[in-house]
């Protein structure tokens, strides 16, 4: 019987959805399910949910709800990980702070100023999993879905090289399908090689039934419903010639050119009709509308009739078969330290590239250089991710002032001087989460 460990299970969403997809396997249709999670109210309704999925698939699984972390672990097959450190009310510090300095955050959950501390504070925390991983299960495939996502794989990997953790984003596949749609393309038919960093991949190659499909998305983000679906990504596409994997409010975020004036958020980041054309604060808004309904609307899935026991297309659960189930052969996307797979990007910097889960292995393909327009925009990324990991393991705030300095968006907006006073707020802000840190010793 094989054992699979949800670390931060409260996330509803993606726990409920992994769950559903694990069970489907005929290998782990009588697993064990090992939720934890740090809150009660949330470990007691998420363990409603997956007794109610085991009911509704009259599925053998057994489940256990714990505040325990190394109970969940010990000997588990695979670990899922999607935690949220320090809560809503710290994250909103990384989204208000940079604005009043003008800095304008459409998530701010992967670079920048907001991700940076937001890895500030997760990092630890990921580093104490690692640890037990280490000692309890030693061997298991590690799932890492918390943003962000680069950086927190880079920190694990660099203390815990021995530890098979990769980090996984919906953003590849769900692009994938969305350039299928627009193209008339059914999506059996379609291929890609997707390589870059996490939300800052691109698909080097994008093929309908071998044939280079490019040219039928250049057309077609020439129709404007297509192209006001997605207005920031479409204009980098335009420009860049490579489509980009993560949704328009988080690109505009990661670059110099849509958000550094009001003129140009009203122009590229108000009016896309996507699920996140850029708005300010977007999901830090969201967020805070699900403190006060969330469980409303477990309650009400809880009380449904009948539940969709479908499986879905998050990777998760295919790389645990392919791995341990059935061994099944399975490609994704994943994040991983770079050694020799992509060339004009720093060694040893976390990328986001093809992999292949086999029995007892994940392997991660050599990609070679990137077009140099998208390695100059990457590299940027890549080194301020690097130098804000290397701060946050050091606990060195001159690092993070460094990193947060070279920002593409920061830099656009802000003098050094703005930037070392917003920083320096930033970490006043959170300064009960980052003990670590020299200046507060």
Known sequence: MKKIAFIGAGSFGFTRSLVRDILTFPAFSDCTLALMDIDDERLAYIKKAVERIIEEGKYGARVIATKNRAEALKDADGVVCTILAGGVNVWRYDVEIPKKYGVDINVGDTR???????????????????????????????LNYTNPMAMLCRAMKGKYSNINVTGLCHSVQGTAK????????????????CAGINHQAFYLEYKWNGKDAYPLIREAVKKPEIYNEEIVRNEMFIHLDYYVTESSGHNSEYNAWFRKRPDLIEKYCTHGTGWNPGTYAYILNEYLKREDSWKNKITEWLNQKEINLERGHEYAAYIFNAVFGDNTLFEFNGNVRNFGLIDNLPEGCCVEVPVIASKNSLRSIHVGALPQQLAVLINTSARCEELAVEGAIEGDPRKIFHAICFDPLTSAVLSLNEIKSMVDEMFEANREYLPQFKHFN
């Open 178 to 193: 969305m350039l299928a749609r627009w193209i008339g393309a059914p999506m059996e038919e379609v291929t890609y090689l």
């Open 112 to 142: 920048g100023p907001s991700g940076i501390f937001r890895a500030l504070r997760t990092i630890p925390t990921m580093l104490d999993i690692c640890a037990d991983i280490e000692k309890y299960c030693p061997e298991a495939i590690f």
